[in-house]
């Protein structure tokens, strides 16, 4: 049921500052109901709530905290058709989409259900006494992984669901042990209430304490930048632009107490086509880019922004299939009138740069669709202006001919951090892959071959992240189960008598956990 409410712990109330009200991208239709924005006193409560249930939440059995991960998850199904509608209504997305993530965001509540049960996160590490050691005795040392605190939570634009109240960010610290003061984002109001509902309903059907969860909303920037700022938040996990990024992570290393922000921000993923993939085939990969290029209207983080390869005959017939079949591609809808206002904007920059050739545009659509776009330019102008460099966010992307492979190389060289980075190749392409591996190791935080970054899989070998500016912290992961290390610092306890030591560190092992004894792996 949407009311127009949010959730200060098990309270549904309405805030007063301000409105925020979803817009149908596809039609341009204003969305009932409106939302008003929190103010500073429902915000001071919401962090107060959280704060005192910290300790009860952490302290819980790892059994109740995957159940009540369970519960989320259930609960958002139970939401049925309602959910689907209203998030199609506020994103654009299709229907198709909305179900897939619903999908996903039940899909890894429930994965971090079993990392949970699992306790393998909890790193226990145990190094007995030894009292008899020459010339000085060792100390009895066990360590164990703890919470940080409660979590602030930004809501993402593009993931109405798998990255935004109840996405990657909400379950992973959740599982850590973290209460969450979740922010929604504008765009999806009514898809935020709903979830929210979802994950209030388990906390009390999970007799858990109110405050292990809050949604606010906020009608212009205030409430987000009081909510990094506020003492009792310990984290902050954000997916969104660099300067919305960069102004979080700004408050959050003034305050007092600095705390971590792990912001997804910025990258345009480049794709390196090696000369052998390009003359087996080049308009077979042509088409997947343009594919890959046009998924949700190149709204995805980990979008192919950029091409990369030396200039000849097998990058001119990728460059003119990839032409044809973007001609032909259906202009998407946007998530917002203003992400739509911002690509027009970096593509009219790029059709009118004077070393930048259009070599396609898509068709052309009509309220908030953004017409793709395919440019090109040479190496020499890539490395001299710097906004060749930045992200457009949606579909368009940017090839890049180089002289050889040298000049190939210093482009790879002058990028900044970056999500992913694809390779094409054939067999004959690997000795010039592995002169690049280093580099693109250090500039990425996921390579994939023979494939495109879109399409993230959620399991616990995934990497999304990357150096800055893609992340704030290239430290890190915001998918897989990986994540929970984000909201987990470690604690040694030196010769704690037995009784006194949590469960997983006792001798007797009675959380059943694995653990490193001695620094040997000892199976729980």
């Known amino acids: ?6 959730f200060i712990g098990a309270r549904a109330v ?35 709530l959280a704060a005192e249930a ?20 259930q609960n958002i199904l139970d939401l049925g058709d309602e959910l689907v509608e209203r998030t199609v209504a506020e ?22 259900a079993q990392v949970v049960r699992d306790g393998r996160y909890l790193g226990a590490r145990i190094d007995p006494a030894l009292p008899e050691r020459k010339p000085l005795p060792r100390p009895d040392v066990r360590t164990r992984m703890i919470p940080l605190g409660p ?13 935004s109240v109840a996405g990657g960010d909400t379950a992973s610290a959740l599982a850590a042990g973290c209460p969450v003061v979740a922010k929604a984002h504008p765009a999806h109001p009514g898809t935020s209430e709903l979830v929210g509902r979802a994950i209030r309903d388990a906390v009390a059907s999970s007799g858990l304490p109110e405050g292990v969860f809050s949604l606010v909303f906020d009608s212009g920037y205030e409430i987000g930048q ?15 632009s660099r300067r919305g990024g960069l102004a979080l992570v700004k408050i959050a290393q003034e305050r007092p107490e600095p705390i971590p922000v792990y912001a997804e921000m910025s990258s345009i993923n480049p794709v390196i086509l090696f000369a052998g993939a390009l003359e087996e085939r080049g308009p077979q990969i042509a088409t997947a880019f343009v594919n890959s290029l046009m998924m949700g209207a190149g709204q995805f983080c980990t979008s192919p922004g950029l091409i990369l390869a030396i200039a000849g005959e097998g990058l001119d017939r990728f460059t003119r299939a990839a032409g044809e079949a973007l001609q032909d591609a259906s202009a998407g809808t946007m998530l917002t009138p203003g992400i739509h206002q911002a690509y027009c904007a970096g593509v009219e920059a790029l059709a009118r740069h004077e070393r930048v050739e259009t070599v396609a545009r898509g068709k052309a659509g009509h309220n908030f669709q953004g017409q ?48 992913t980075a694809a390779l094409h190749m054939a067999e004959s392409d690997h000795e010039d892959a592995r002169r690049l591996l280093p580099v693109l190791e250090r500039k990425v935080g996921r390579i994939l071959v023979n494939g495109f970054g879109t399409g993230v899989e959620v399991n616990h070998a995934m990497v999304h992240g990357g150096p800055f500016p893609s992340t704030s912290d290239g430290r890190s992961t915001s998918v897989g189960t990986m994540a929970i290390d984000r909201f987990l610092r470690p604690v040694a306890y030196q010769d704690l008598p037995e009784a006194l030591l949590p469960d997983e560190l006792k001798d007797s092992n009675p959380a059943h956990v694995d653990r490193l004894v001695d620094g040997r792996p000892v199976l729980g």
């Open 91 to 112: 994103s654009g997305l299709p229907r198709g989409r909305i179900e897939g993530e619903r999908g996903r965001t039940v899909g890894q509540l429930r994965l971090f």
């Open 54 to 73: 910290f300790d009860p939440y952490r302290s819980a059995p790892r059994e109740a905290r995957a159940a009540f991960l369970e519960a989320i998850a």
């Open 1 to 6: 049921m949407i009311n127009g409410e949010m």
């Open 372 to 419: 793709a776009g395919l440019f090109s330019t040479g190496a020499e102008a890539f490395l001299a202006d710097a906004h060749l460099r930045e992200e457009i966010f949606g579909s368009s992307s940017l090839i890049v001919r180089c002289a050889d492979e040298p000049e190939l190389a210093n482009v790879v060289e002058s990028l900044e951090g970056q999500l």
């Open 14 to 48: 309405k805030g007063s500052v301000g409105e925020v009200r979803g817009v149908n991208p596809e039609t341009g239709e204003t969305l009932e109901p409106a939302y008003g924005g929190a103010t500073r006193e429902q915000l001071d409560e919401a962090c107060r």
């Open 226 to 240: 009081a909510l990094v700022a506020d003492p009792r938040i310990k984290a902050v996990g954000f997916t969104g």
């Open 151 to 163: 979590v602030a939570v930004f809501g993402a634009s593009n993931f109405p669901l798998a990255f």
